[in-house]
């Protein structure tokens, strides 16, 4: 089975959504240096929580945020 | 007033108290043990089954003062420990790895010492007896003694788990 990684496509959601990271921030109730962190895959994993509370403020699926890419 | 507030204000006072008996209970040890090699007959108050007059060598003194002072050791490491502990949950550290550690630490430590206050005695009791007409060989196990094993060994556990508390709050870190 080749190996895959998830990678955090946020800021493409983001630009969609014309919306700036601070305000998701808000909006999701995380500090902008998590959200930071989460859209640079500098975490090991995203709560369902929060995962959910972005997907409302931006409207949109899980898979419009995370994308499984071969690694390699 | 908050339970961190609480433990706060405690860890500051027992934080003196070990600090202060880490450093006190040596020097008793020490006193006694020298005053064992000095006037070795006075050892033989530790072993009131045994005749007024056996002799003491210098070398049974000398051995019972080792043991004495061997004995020592894992309290004051667990004393040293609980300083450590106590200063960093003053500071309002509470759930830590460095913790975590110290309390195991402390639980082994404090087992291996209630291991030793059923040994020294009949290690003490053995070494006075050597030169006696009969030797003696006993070993005593009370009701402190056995509480003082349950606690550690409680202690022990707590540690384990206070261990993976901290590896889960750090993997807990991890996520957003």
Known sequence: MPAVQIVVRLDVMLAR?????????????????????????????????TLAAICAALDCQPGDILEAVAEG | MSDLSRLQRLSAQLYW?????????PLIVLVYAGRGVTEPASLLSLVPELPAGTPVSPAQAGLVAGVSLVAVLPLVAALRRMV???????????????????????????SLAALFSVLVPTLERLILSWHAPRRVLSIALDDGTLG???????????????VEAARVKAENEGFV
């Open chain 2, 84 to 110: 450590r502990l106590f200063a960093n949950y003053r500071a309002g550290e509470v759930l830590s790895a460095e913790n975590a550690e110290a309390i195991l630490g402390i639980g082994r430590n404090l």
């Open chain 1, 17 to 49: 959504r014309k919306m700036r990271s601070r305000e998701l921030a808000e909006r999701i109730g995380i500090t902008e240096q998590n959200l930071s962190l989460l859209k640079s895959g500098k975490v090991k994993g995203i709560r369902f929580e």
């Open chain 2, 17 to 25: 108290g070990a600090l202060a008996l880490s450093v006190v209970l």
């Open chain 2, 148 to 162: 003082f094993l349950i606690a550690a060994g409680l202690l022990t556990v707590i540690g384990w788990a206070m």
